[in-house]
């Protein structure tokens, strides 16, 4: 039961948020000039990283804002958080 | 007092007598016992029966890790609770406590004669046979070990008790108040930390409390008169909450702990009526001190599991803090100083015993007090073997070789009512493991210890592998004023004497002449699981500490292997001939103790399990005795039963009523999302698949959303109420995922687009009236409205108002039917609803429910998202290419529509189907086929909506068949189980193809 | 040829104590080179491994394992197995691995303790009633033994159940497969093992894969913690860490790992004897042969591979077993653990060939992969054998994510209106 610090909101129990799943997947400016294989590279493939992971999550049951986590997979341990649009951390 | 009884003490009130039942027999305790004192105290040993061979079997400690004396509470078929450690449980009047996993008693059980058979079943047994002939798997192999399973019974009725949970935060959390949890929690209140202690036993103290030898002081006092002035001290510290009876269950990350409160388990039957039972305690704590103490270990040597053979120090407890002696002629058989300190306390109370000691020697002081009184010792010898069918009665012993590897010399038999055993002390280290933490093994004492993790948690005490006084108390209070960044200085000048252990020696399975294939010296007790059962895995080729586990179920059992985990490791250890540490261990699985269901759910059972939703037009539909769906979390009117109709008379009278004349329906609970922002129409214009920039301000449209896969997703009619500002209705039950889904668009892929989404679901009522009547009706409702068809045409809106309350008319209709929407603010619904219904009055206005709206629309042939669609079709699927924009560049979910598997041209799509018989209503879900004679079946498709039209008099259904687009007048059968029904396709639109009706 | 397992054996073995017992299989070190490497020692893997030999004749095989064999989700799942799909690809995958339960404790010589207790699952509104229904009728017509039955008939079947009309979500009916059950998880995978390394297949536990050698576009061999294996075949079946082997020879997979959760009460006298799964309210319930009531809990929403999930997901599952069995609110939760769920977007899993040659993946399983165990195995070593798909797990390929050809078992996307 991780505690996630909404850039917003400040840190809340994770009860209070859902997942987006992998942060930087950008949806395609013109689909319709992809193949079906890269079209499917957006759709469906992930990376699935176990580490240090990149993600999307939603303050569903506070403010409703979207950002982003640095998350470790293999221990859920927060690294760190910042806005969308936000430039993500180096490290 | 029994004989037995044979000193007072503070913790037993004698003045409060408490009668209880065992098996049927009248005893009493005093307050202040737990069940297992209390059967001591009256010299009953033999408790329950073991898994796997039936062995008797009897109290062994006093605390959590008890395998063997554990009882179903209560003859309530309500109240009853299996597996209830005796050793926890608190007595009260009124208590019925009973043996369990016997047949017909205790002391005489059939399942006995497992332990005759016991060499024809080993571990992992039932892997190697049972399966010959094979048709006796299921008729007899499979009923007698289904048969054997378990130990007590599961309560039978619906329990009457209520648990409650509550959520709590504090900066410090200390687990445990022994010793170093009493200082701990002191050092960290006294520094202005909100400070929360939490213990499961009655009173504070641990095993300190009670202890009361020379050897052992604290400023020239007991260490136990010490600790109670201590624990008066704290219970004095405001900003200290201190907790008793309360065990954390799990520990997990963020430091976010879960701890059951006992609050009414100890209390008498009358007195438990209507109070909470247990609390969990959701706790929040920025740092966590665990200060669990240490478990101790038993000693492993042939039949060490007769009732009278218990933990030494749980002898010593049962002593000095119940006032109860476990025997009158004991010994205690050790391989460290601890039983010693048992001894002497027995002696101290005229108790006969003596010591069998592992060691060559030992040079302590509390070993030299023991010597000085007298009390015999047996230096260098070992317990080879025990006798006593339901009691211990005699020990035989032997010497130990110089090695240790073997015994020597004569067997030495010595009488005896109880043997106490201690293996040493393993360090509680659940609560580390459980947090995620990792363990280092500490040789000399042959024990695991915490490996620090991060800054937020600590372990002191004997759980931190520190075991005597002056360690505990000096590094208790270095650790925690480094932890919590303090300088406390409050232990500075505790002078503490203390005899310290000099000599150790461990021997994890005690030698024995006789081979180790015909002993029974057991590891885990309750599942009865031996050193040849790890043996016999380790050879089978069983190398993983898991791997022996599992094949020998060792530590599987209700007290999640306390006992057996150290010994079952040392053993492999030795077999395979490495070091201890290097082998790690099994995984400490929460809860610490089992924890009750009734706990952890708390009060969100029954009424509160989900939240209902209710529109505002709700009791109405109660009052006028409604059949009620569930929609999401929404309660929706279903039909409207008059005078015992059935569900179908009562559909098809709506149905028909609403054609023939008016109907009315609660359209509240639609999804409602209010969009505004000067790109709204673009926002539109890529969440549907039509186009939006030229809707008119005060028209309505039809839109369908599809997932980015191209699959339907959702529906609903949009209105454009100005000119950057849209009110857009979804599903009942997607109104929320809808939501997300637009948030998540609008802020993380379009953040450029100036939009705001609101839901207002909840804001408004809506009640939607339809049949060639409503017109009349909406005129009498809103005379000063202009309703003509050139002002008011199908697919717009006007805002009015009725009684000076705002309202919001729409022209729209999912029956065909000429049909008006009015929307007014949620809390004026039902007063709405009530003026519809009087002004309807004479066009005979008859409420309809969800399931008439969906025979209405399907004679139109409208789908329902979810029912008609199941996350595979696509919008030319459903037979609807008009609404896929062609001009539009891109919308949600466009690019998947022309992938190699969605563009072809045999995929399912909708279709009408009707019956040969007209009467025939298809089955929901029923299969489709072309030929009932292919093997194997062809299936093309299936019925997803059907119904008996009674405006059309004859069976209508949806369906989606493939290549259906094609099929029309195609004969195609339903295979039932019983019966072919024959059906033809057709159009999906049953009725007034021309839409004639909306503008009748 | 190693002991065989019998009633008479155990005697036998009793007069000499058991000390005459032969390992169930070895503990080599890896040869230098293989026929074809399976990675992942669960169930699945060394089902594919036995099968590879007893049916495909290759025994220069090799299965490694990062851990223990069976230590993963083999050992952490509540052993349902039941074939009611609603698709034909998916009804003839569980059906063809439902067969082989059938007799598998025979074939293999080692009781895996299939117990056909059947599985009901319940309906509580009325779009689940029509997308049982329509389960049930495909089922029939696909020779999958699944029948509707009506609220009373439940009742009958499984009398704990809680059937009040007057509850939350009542129960409206269900479906039952009586050729469903459960079976003896760790014993799967050891079953397994023992046959496969009687045929001459090596497996190499505490062997952590490193890296994935690849020339161009074909593998070459693998990277271990125990040295290089050489190997022109690599058969991939590692569950919630199937992502992480991809990673290593540069594929993606349209796969998300996460937290699954599952507990035991402690054991007590049998009280329920057959599975009830309900998916509505999410409560799955089985009772083991050694008494504990065995629930399933749901996944997480987000990726982990912690093996720990929230506590709100054990909470909502209890919540709901109370609902339908208030009889078990004094029952306590003995244990409760998490696993690693691979899952794919349309809960289909992935039997597939990959676009380098050589390298094969067996994945995507998400929460229901232990009943295909047997399936899964010998349709695996058929596609890794032949280079080719078995037709019955030819739908279950990677490129039906670019095709769109999904095999979507969520089933309904939304509720009614």
């Known amino acids: 039961m991780f505690l996630i610090n909404c850039p917003f909101c400040g840190e809340r129990d994770q009860n209070e948020f859902s997942s987006g799943g992998e942060a930087h997947i950008v949806r395609p400016k013109q689909p319709t000039e992809l193949s079906d294989d890269q079209w499917a590279e957006f759709l469906f493939m992930r990376k699935n990283i176990k580490g240090v992971q990149f993600e999307r999550w939603n303050h569903s049951h506070g403010c409703r804002k979207w950002f982003n986590v640095v998350r470790d997979t293999s221990n859920d341990k927060i690294h760190s958080v910042y806005k969308m649009g936000e430039k993500p951390p180096v490290k | 007092m029994s004989d037995l009884r044979v000193h007072k003490t503070k913790y037993i009130n004698e003045t409060k007598r408490v009668s209880f039942k065992y098996d049927g027999k009248n005893y009493f305790g005093y307050e202040g016992d737990t069940l297992a004192s209390a059967l001591l105290a009256n010299g009953v040993h033999l408790i329950g029966r073991s898994f796997k061979y039936h062995r008797p079997r009897g109290i062994m400690s006093c605390g959590s890790e008890e395998p063997n ?68 798997w299921k008729k007899v192999y499979e009923p007698l070990i289904r048969m054997s399973a378990g130990l007590g019974k599961s309560p039978t009725e619906p329990d009457p008790d209520i648990y409650d949970h509550k959520y709590v935060h504090y900066d410090v959390l200390v687990i445990g108040g022994g010793l170093s949890g009493i200082i701990s929690a002191k050092i960290a209140a006294k520094s202005n930390l909100k400070t929360l202690l939490v213990d499961d036993k009655k009173t504070l103290g641990g095993s300190t409390i009670y202890q009361s030898n020379d050897s052992f002081k604290i400023d020239d006092q007991h260490s136990s008169k010490w600790l109670e002035k201590e624990i008066n001290e704290i219970s004095k510290i405001e900003n200290l909450t201190v907790k008793t009876r309360t065990s954390i269950a799990a520990y997990h990350g963020y430091n976010y702990l879960l701890a059951r409160e006992n609050l009414t388990d100890h209390l008498s039957i009358k007195d438990k009526k209507d109070k909470i039972r247990q609390r969990l305690w959701k706790i929040r704590a920025k740092k966590v001190i665990v200060a669990t103490g240490a478990i101790e270990r038993p000693l492993v040597f042939n039949n060490n599991d007769r009732p009278g053979i218990l933990l030494s120090n749980s002898i010593n407890k049962y002593l000095d803090y119940y006032g109860v002696t476990c025997g009158k002629n004991i010994v205690l058989f050790t391989n460290n100083d601890s039983a010693y300190e048992t001894a002497i306390s027995l002696y101290k109370k005229g108790i006969k015993n003596l010591i069998v000691d592992l060691r060559k020697n030992s040079q302590s002081e509390i070993a030299k007090q023991a010597q000085n009184l007298g009390i015999k010792i047996y230096f260098n010898h070992v317990v080879t073997n025990t006798f006593g069918y339901r009691r211990i009665n005699s020990v035989e012993l032997m010497e130990l070789s110089d090695d240790g590897n073997t015994t020597i010399g004569n067997k030495i038999k010595l009488n005896c009512d109880c043997l106490g055993i201690s293996g040493g002390w393993t360090p509680t280290v659940h609560m580390h493991t459980q947090s995620g933490g990792k363990l280092d093994f500490k040789n000399d004492d042959q024990v695991f210890i915490p490996k620090e993790i991060d800054n937020d948690q600590i372990s002191v005490g004997a759980c931190n592998g520190d075991f005597d006084l002056e360690t505990i108390i000096d590094k208790t209070v270095n650790k925690i004023n480094i932890f919590l960044e303090i300088n406390n200085q409050d232990y500075k000048n505790t002078k503490v004497d203390c005899s310290i252990e000099k000599e150790k020696r461990n021997i994890w399975l005690l030698p024995n002449k006789i081979p180790l294939g015909k002993t029974k010296c057991f590891i885990d007790f309750q599942n009865d699981s031996t050193a040849k059962d790890i043996k016999l895995a380790l050879k089978e080729g069983f190398r993983s500490i898991e791997h022996v586990k599992r094949y020998t179920t060792t530590g599987m059992a209700t007290d999640q292997g306390k006992l057996s985990n150290m010994h079952a490791l040392g053993i ?197 009236v339809c049949g060639p009547n409503s017109k ?204 072919n029904i024959n059906v033809t396709v057709s159009d999906t639109i049953f009725l007034d193809k021309e839409n004639k009706r909306l503008n009748a | 040829m190693k002991n065989k397992y019998s009633i008479f054996s155990l005697i036998k073995n009793a007069f000499s104590d058991h000390e005459n017992w032969q390992q169930a299989w070895g503990d080599p070190e890896p040869k230098k080179e293989y026929d074809a490497v399976i990675v992942g020692g669960g169930g699945h893997g060394l089902a594919t491994a036995y099968y590879l030999a007893k049916k495909h004749n290759l025994t220069n095989i090799a299965v490694v394992e990062k851990g223990w064999i069976g230590g993963g989700n083999t050992g952490r799942n509540t052993t349902i197995i039941r074939s009611n ?232 599952t209890l919540k709901a077993i109370l609902e339908l069995y208030p009889i078990f609110s004094r029952m306590k939760m003995l244990r409760q653990w998490g696993g690693i769920v691979d899952i794919c977007p349309d809960a289909s899993p992935i039997i597939s060939k990959t676009n380098i040659k050589g390298l094969y993946f067996n994945c995507g399983w998400g929460t229901g992969g232990f009943k295909a165990t047997p399936g899964s195995g010998d349709l695996f070593a058929h596609t890794i054998a032949n280079d080719e798909p078995h037709k019955l797990n030819a739908a279950f390929n990677l490129n039906r994510f670019v095709s769109g050809d999904l095999v979507d078992e969520h089933g309904a996307a939304a509720v009614a209106h």
């Not at chain 2, 179903?72 to 608190?90: G, Y």
């Not at chain 2, 005078?643 to 008016?662: C, F, I, L, P, Y």
């Not at chain 2, 209405?856 to 924009?885: N, Y």
């Not at chain 3, 992502?243 to 996460?258: F, R, W």
């Open chain 2, 776 to 979: 009349k009706i909406i005129n009498k409702i809103f005379p000063e409205l202009d309703l003509s068809d050139e002002n008011f045409p199908h697919m717009s809106f006007k805002n009015t108002k009725l009684d000076n309350i705002n309202c919001r008319v729409m022209r729209i209709s999912f029956t065909g039917e000429l049909s008006y929407e009015i929307n007014i603010e949620s809390k004026y619904g039902k007063s709405l609803w009530e003026k519809c219904i009087s002004a309807g009055q004479e066009f005979n206005i008859t409420p309809y429910g969800t399931e008439t709206m969906h025979l209405l629309r399907a004679e139109k042939g409208f789908i329902i998202v979810g029912q008609d669609t199941d996350g595979t079709m696509t919008p030319s699927d459903l037979q609807m290419d008009w609404i896929v924009s062609k001009k539009k560049y891109d919308f949600i979910g466009k690019r998947s529509l022309y992938r190699s598997d969605t563009i072809r041209e045999d995929r399912k799509q909708l279709v009408g189907l009707l019956t040969d018989d007209p009467k025939e209503i298809l089955e929901e879900g029923a299969q489709i086929v072309l030929d009932t004679n292919t093997k194997p079946i062809d299936m093309l498709g299936h019925v997803t909506s059907s119904y008996f039209s009674p405006n059309l008099n004859k069976s209508i259904a949806l369906a989606v068949v493939r290549s259906g687009k094609n099929m029309k007048g195609q004969k195609l059968t339903i295979p039932m189980e019983n019966k």
């Open chain 2, 69 to 136: 004396a554990i009882c179903q509470i209560s003859a309530k078929n309500d109240l009853t609770e299996p597996n209830v450690r005796a050793t926890e449980l608190e007595i009260y009047d009124g208590l019925e406590a009973f043996s369990q996993n016997c047949w017909p008693n205790v002391k005489f059980d059939i399942g006995g004669i497992n332990n005759l058979i016991s060499p024809l079943i080993p571990a992992g047994f039932y892997y190697k046979t049972f399966m010959w002939p094979k048709s006796f």
């Open chain 2, 572 to 768: 492999i250890a030795d077999t395979a001939g490495v070091k201890m540490g290097t082998l790690g261990t099994t995984t400490f699985r929460p809860p610490f103790t089992p924890l009750t269901f009734g706990t952890i759910v708390g009060r969100n059972v029954g009424k509160f399990f989900e939240v209902v939703r209710k529109t505002s037009i709700h009791d109405w539909h109660v009052d006028n005795k409604a059949k009620f769906e569930n929609v999401g979390q929404w309660k929706r009117p279903w039909y409207y039963p008059k005078n015992g109709e059935t569900k179908h008379d009562a559909v098809q009278r709506e149905s028909k009523a609403a054609r023939d004349s008016a109907g009315i329906l609660d359209a509240s609970t639609l999804g409602k999302i209010d969009i505004q922002g000067t790109d709204a129409s673009e926002f539109l214009n890529r969440v549907y698949t039509n186009a939006w920039s030229k809707l008119s301000i005060g028209k309505c449209r039809y839109g369908l959303m599809l997932n980015e896969d191209g699959m339907v997703y959702d529906d609903g009619v949009t209105t454009r109420l100005a000119e950057n500002h849209y009110l857009m209705t979804t599903t009942t039950g997607g109104a929320a995922n809808v939501l997300g889904k637009l948030e998540d668009y609008l802020q993380t892929e379009w953040p450029e687009l100036d939009v705001y989404l609101t839901s207002v679901t909840d804001h408004y009522s809506t009640a939607s």
């Open chain 3, 85 to 316: 799909y609603l698709w034909d690809a998916s009804a003839g995958l569980y059906d063809h691995a439902l067969k082989i339960w059938e007799n598998l404790s025979q074939e293999l010589n080692y009781n895996v303790m299939f117990s056909q207790r059947g599985v009901m699952n319940l309906a509580h509104n009325l779009q689940d009633v029509r997308d049982l229904k329509r389960r049930t009728h495909a089922n029939r017509l696909n020779g999958i033994d699944a029948v509707w039955l009506e609220t009373d008939e439940v009742k009958k079947f499984c009398p704990i159940i809680n059937t009040s009309q007057n509850i939350r979500y009542p129960v409206l009916g269900g479906t039952l497969q009586r050729r469903a059950g459960t079976a003896r998880h760790d014993a799967v995978a050891w079953g397994y093992a023992r046959g496969a390394n009687e045929m001459g297949v090596d497996i190499i536990q505490n062997c952590e894969v490193k890296g994935i050698k690849r020339n161009g576009d074909k593998v070459e061999g693998l990277e271990t913690t125990k040295g290089f294996i050489k190997t022109k075949k690599i058969g991939v079946v590692a569950a919630g860490h199937s992502s992480v082997i991809a990673n290593m020879a540069g594929i993606k997979l349209p796969l998300e790992s996460k937290p699954l959760q599952a507990l035991v009460s402690e054991p007590v006298k049998p009280i329920i004897d057959t599975v009830v799964m309900s998916n509505a309210v999410h409560a799955y319930i089985s009772q083991s042969d050694k008494g504990e009531l065995v629930i399933g809990a749901g996944t997480d929403s987000y990726v982990s591979y912690s093996q720990r999930g929230s506590h709100n997901i054990v909470e909502d």
